[in-house]
């Protein structure tokens, strides 16, 4: 199974300020096809999960421009540029290039 | 607008078969190709992937539950299930199904006797 790793596991961020989170996996996330299935997504207390950015950087419908994805092979990385109270909450990265699908532990985004 | 929606028993008795089913409204199930899935959520834990079905029929299960886990698609309803033998209490959670870009809101399954 690929494992992927986030960091930091907790995040205190400024309103207004960036916030930065990675992701680590154990193997290239490189799909045979060529693509890079690595998703980010952000899960609010009692909401479902939301998905935030797919294929590393490509921004999900609806979602603030605010949020973007980089990264490449093993190493990723989501970006706020600047946090709003409605950023509170978990953030996992994904993989879907290799089954079992794999989340990272988990990132808490929460207001200082 | 896509929207798929769990339905089930909230207790499940140690041992007992836990099914959910997922109803997807707004689309068909059969009509693209993607990949359905179930993800669950233990009290205080992070997402844990169940498995996931194509719309083909194929199925793909994570290796830690794979014994105890079935996941099936019913076209004529435009639904997926799900059906995990001899739950124990870490079994309890909030069960989601998922497209991974359109997500059901969840239900709570609480293994207890």
């Known amino acids: 199974d690929i494992v992927m790793t986030q960091t930091p596991l907790s995040s205190p961020v400024t309103l207004g300020q960036p916030a930065s989170i990675s992701c680590r996996s154990s193997?290239?996330?490189?799909?045979?096809?060529?693509?890079?299935?690595l998703s980010w997504l952000q899960k609010r207390p009692g909401q479902p999960p939301r998905l935030l950015i797919y294929?590393?950087?490509r921004r999900f419908s609806g979602v603030p421009d605010r949020f973007s994805g980089s990264g490449a092979g093993t190493d990723f990385t989501l970006k706020i540029s600047r946090v709003e109270a409605e950023d509170v909450g978990v953030y996992y990265c994904?993989?879907?290039?290799?089954?079992?699908?794999?989340f990272g532990q988990g990132t808490k985004v929460e207001i200082k | 607008q896509l929207h798929l929606q769990e339905s089930g028993p909230g207790l499940v008795k140690p041992s007992e078969t836990l099914s959910l089913t997922c109803t997807v409204s707004?689309?068909?199930?059969?009509?693209?190709?993607?990949?359905w899935g179930w993800i669950r959520q233990p009290p205080g834990k992070g997402l844990e992937w169940i498995g996931s079905i194509y719309y083909s029929g194929s199925t793909y299960y994570n290796p830690s539950l794979k014994s105890r886990v079935t996941i099936s698609v019913d076209t004529s309803k435009n639904q997926f299930s799900l059906k995990l033998s001899s739950v124990t209490a870490a079994d309890t959670a909030v069960y989601y199904c998922s497209r991974m870009d359109v997500w059901g809101k969840g239900t709570t399954v609480t293994v207890s006797s």
């Open positions: 193997q290239s996330l490189v799909h045979s096809d060529g693509n890079t299935y």
């Open positions: 294929k590393i950087s």
């Open positions: 994904m993989q879907a290039t290799q089954f079992p699908q794999t």
């Open positions: 707004g689309g068909s199930i059969s009509s693209s190709s993607y990949y």
